[in-house]
């Protein structure tokens, strides 16, 4: 048998298979060319354009950046953001896009210089590519958080970029920290309302502010950010600026630390006087399980713990309470047991209202029989214009000495607006049902020239802020606001809505008791702290649940020292 010769390996296949089949080589064999190698079609600049939307939208595209946050995860933002390092020379185009590419799609890391391909795309008002065809990682690189400062000149110039904020930025808003992660910073101090005061500029306030997210899709997230107050500072925050649900929105890429500015004072600031008297909207105190207060009786007792705790913590010799469940003096006098269970039996007593009107909700007062000696009977009004009439009610220190009369409010409320008519929202800052309100001042002074009230005092829920027309109409009518010749401007406040603060709790004296005023304070227990510390549980975490004052209501009591002569 001859043995077979040493012919190539190449030089056999050769002899069987036919010329056409090796002139070409087999697709699997060739070597294709690599995906870094395909450049970038565009600049990030280019998809994001000189405007608010890209004028590329529906293009694909294929961008180089190098990667300054990832947010891939399902639970976050699934997508990361990458930045050109070599800006343009345009200003008003941004250098940043977001990239809507999961990490099950390809997974990178803040650092990677990549090369993407996908769909310019305007999603709810934010620039991003969706749907990601191709993302490739071709080597590293960095790029250098930008500085930026509050008020913005327009933050769509440096949308999807990596910004820095060299100044103190003050937390303004807090309402959606438990729910959705999110917090609102602004420069230049806290924000307030227009229409609380002067000098005030809602354009300016706009300008001045930034939303900080959790740069996560979750609701009442297990993680959640530091739980800060309104008032308390930060600085060198840095993130990338994403946008959704008609705001901007900084995705924080390192944690901020937070200095509280603004700490928790345990009783409010010391008033002078021989008659202290408070006003303290309850936030719905309801007896009746389910109904607009608590939900259950576990927080039903939650609830009562912590008014019970703000109550003591004022000491106040009479209280005007608003949002009490208008069912006789069964909320009323429930309130009153459990201070009384704390603080001695008899300590103090509650008033009957002559005619709670027929809304959910009734006005209130509690004293000390102790100190005070009720001069007469309560009286109130059956005027229509009343949603929740007011009570009145005459005291006199029990050692004898000057009668003052408490008037106690909670006018009519800036919700549910009608469609037209006076009352709709007129445009001008005072929301609706302005025109009811005004009306209901005027009726107050009324009453009190028509019943020849000794030394009133209004006091209440007004629903006005402090340069509104309610406010006004009463300060015309001869009445002094005692917070506002009291309280410090930067203090000024009772209530927190939409990251604005302002007061919407009043004190109103006329001219005889003006004089008798010695002090006033507002006690900052409420308006300052996120809603997740208070008393329910269907989203808050049960860890954070204390059975404090902090967060009893969403309105802040207010406290007048008053100095009465007479008696022994």
């Given at each position: 048998?001859?043995?077979?010769?040493?012919?190539?390996?190449?030089?056999?296949?050769?002899?069987?298979?036919?010329?056409?089949?090796?002139?070409?080589?087999?697709?699997?064999?060739?070597?294709?060319?690599?995906?870094?190698?395909?450049?970038?079609?565009?600049?990030?600049?280019?998809?994001?354009?000189?405007?608010?939307?890209?004028?590329?939208?529906?293009?694909?595209?294929?961008?180089?950046?190098?990667?300054?946050?990832?947010?891939?995860?399902?639970?976050?933002?699934?997508?990361?953001?990458?930045?050109?390092?070599?800006?343009?020379?345009?200003?008003?185009?941004?250098?940043?896009?977001?990239?809507?590419?999961?990490?099950?799609?390809?997974?990178?890391?803040?650092?990677?210089?990549?090369?993407?391909?996908?769909?310019?795309?305007?999603?709810?008002?934010?620039?991003?590519?969706?749907?990601?065809?191709?993302?490739?990682?071709?080597?590293?690189?960095?790029?250098?958080?930008?500085?930026?400062?509050?008020?913005?000149?327009?933050?769509?110039?440096?949308?999807?970029?990596?910004?820095?904020?060299?100044?103190?930025?003050?937390?303004?808003?807090?309402?959606?920290?438990?729910?959705?992660?999110?917090?609102?910073?602004?420069?230049?101090?806290?924000?307030?309302?227009?229409?609380?005061?002067?000098?005030?500029?809602?354009a300016l306030n706009k300008r001045r502010s930034l939303?900080?997210?959790?740069?996560?899709?979750?609701?009442?997230?297990?993680?959640?950010?530091?739980?800060?107050?309104?008032?308390?500072?930060?600085?060198?925050?840095?993130?990338?600026?994403?946008?959704?649900?008609?705001?901007?929105?900084?995705?924080?890429?390192?944690?901020?630390?937070?200095?509280?500015?603004?700490?928790?004072?345990?009783?409010?600031?010391?008033?002078?006087?021989?008659?202290?008297?408070?006003?303290?909207?309850?936030?719905?105190?309801?007896?009746?399980?389910?109904?607009?207060?608590?939900?259950?009786?576990?927080?039903?007792?939650?609830?009562?713990?912590?008014?019970?705790?703000?109550?003591?913590?004022?000491?106040?010799?009479?209280?005007?309470?608003?949002?009490?469940?208008?069912?006789?003096?069964?909320?009323?006098?429930?309130?009153?047991?459990?201070?009384?269970?704390?603080?001695?039996?008899?300590?103090?007593?509650?008033?009957?209202?002559?005619?709670?009107?027929?809304?959910?909700?009734?006005?209130?007062?509690?004293?000390?029989?102790?100190?005070?000696?009720?001069?007469?009977?309560?009286?109130?009004?059956?005027?229509?214009?009343?949603?929740?009439?007011?009570?009145?009610?005459?005291?006199?220190?029990?050692?004898?000495g000057q009668p003052f009369t408490m008037l106690v409010?909670?006018?009519?409320?800036?919700?549910?607006?009608?469609?037209?008519?006076?009352?709709?929202?007129?445009?001008?800052?005072?929301?609706?049902?302005?025109?009811?309100?005004?009306?209901?001042?005027?009726?107050?002074?009324?009453?009190?020239?028509?019943?020849?009230?000794?030394?009133?005092?209004?006091?209440?829920?007004?629903?006005?802020?402090?340069?509104?027309?309610?406010?006004?109409?009463?300060?015309?009518?001869?009445?002094?606001?005692?917070?506002?010749?009291?309280?410090?401007?930067?203090?000024?406040?009772?209530?927190?809505?939409?990251?604005?603060?302002?007061?919407?709790?009043?004190?109103?004296?006329?001219?005889?008791?003006?004089?008798?005023?010695?002090?006033?304070?507002?006690?900052?227990?409420?308006?300052?702290?996120?809603?997740?510390?208070?008393?329910?549980?269907?989203?808050?975490?049960?860890?954070?649940?204390?059975?404090?004052?902090?967060?009893?209501?969403?309105?802040?009591?207010?406290?007048?020292?008053?100095?009465?002569?007479?008696?022994?």
């Amino acid at each position: 048998m001859r043995a077979l010769s040493r012919v190539p390996l190449m030089a056999l296949i050769a002899a069987v298979l036919p010329i056409s089949l090796l002139a070409a080589p087999s697709p699997a064999l060739a070597d294709p060319a690599a995906p870094c190698d395909t450049p970038a079609s565009h600049r990030v600049a280019q998809v994001q354009g000189g405007g608010d939307a890209t004028p590329l939208a529906g293009q694909t595209v294929r961008v180089e950046g190098v990667v300054t946050a990832d947010f891939q995860r399902t639970d976050q933002l699934s997508g990361f953001f990458l930045q050109d390092p070599q800006p343009d020379a345009d200003p008003a185009t941004s250098e940043g896009l977001f990239a809507f590419a999961r990490e099950s799609f390809k997974d990178v890391k803040v650092g990677d210089r990549v090369l993407v391909t996908g769909r310019a795309t305007e999603f709810n008002g934010w620039t991003e590519l969706s749907p990601v065809t191709a993302v490739d990682v071709c080597g590293t690189g960095s790029v250098a958080a930008q500085p930026y400062k509050l008020p913005s000149a327009g933050l769509e110039p440096v949308e999807n970029m990596l910004l820095t904020f060299p100044q103190v930025l003050t937390v303004s808003e807090h309402y959606n920290l438990g729910r959705f992660g999110e917090v609102v910073l602004s420069s230049q101090g806290r924000l307030f309302q227009p229409t609380d005061r002067p000098g005030v500029d809602p354009a300016l306030n706009k300008r001045r502010s930034l939303l900080v997210d959790d740069g996560s899709s979750r609701e009442n997230p297990a993680t959640l950010p530091p739980i800060v107050r309104t008032g308390d500072v930060a600085f060198g925050i840095t993130g990338v600026l994403g946008y959704g649900f008609g705001a901007y929105r900084l995705q924080p890429t390192k944690p901020i630390g937070y200095h509280n500015a603004n700490p928790r004072l345990p009783k409010p600031f010391p008033v002078i006087g021989n008659v202290k008297v408070a006003s303290f909207n309850t936030l719905n105190w309801f007896t009746t399980i389910g109904s607009r207060g608590a939900t259950t009786v576990a927080e039903q007792q939650r609830q009562l713990a912590k008014l019970v705790a703000a109550l003591k913590g004022l000491n106040a010799d009479a209280v005007g309470l608003m949002e009490v469940e208008n069912n006789g003096q069964t909320a009323l006098q429930a309130l009153v047991d459990a201070v009384n269970a704390e603080v001695g039996a008899g300590t103090y007593a509650a008033l009957t209202h002559p005619y709670p009107g027929t809304d959910a909700i009734q006005v209130g007062v509690i004293y000390k029989p102790a100190k005070l000696t009720p001069v007469g009977a309560a009286t109130s009004s059956q005027d229509a214009v009343f949603s929740r009439p007011p009570l009145i009610q005459t005291f006199r220190r029990t050692a004898g000495g000057q009668p003052f009369t408490m008037l106690v409010n909670h006018l009519k409320s800036k919700g549910t607006c009608p469609a037209d008519g006076p009352d709709a929202d007129q445009g001008d800052g005072q929301s609706c049902w302005n025109a009811t309100r005004v009306a209901q001042a005027k009726a107050l002074l009324g009453l009190i020239e028509d019943q020849d009230l000794p030394s009133p005092l209004v006091l209440g829920d007004l629903n006005a802020y402090g340069a509104e027309d309610p406010i006004d109409t009463l300060e015309a009518g001869g009445l002094t606001s005692v917070t506002k010749r009291f309280v410090p401007a930067p203090l000024r406040y009772s209530y927190l809505f939409d990251g604005l603060a302002g007061e919407l709790d009043h004190a109103l004296v006329g001219r005889q008791l003006l004089k008798r005023v010695t002090s006033a304070t507002i006690w900052h227990i409420n308006s300052d702290e996120p809603r997740i510390l208070d008393y329910n549980t269907e989203f808050n975490p049960p860890g954070l649940y204390q059975p404090d004052a902090y967060r009893s209501s969403d309105h802040d009591p207010l406290v007048v020292g008053l100095t009465l002569p007479g008696g022994r």
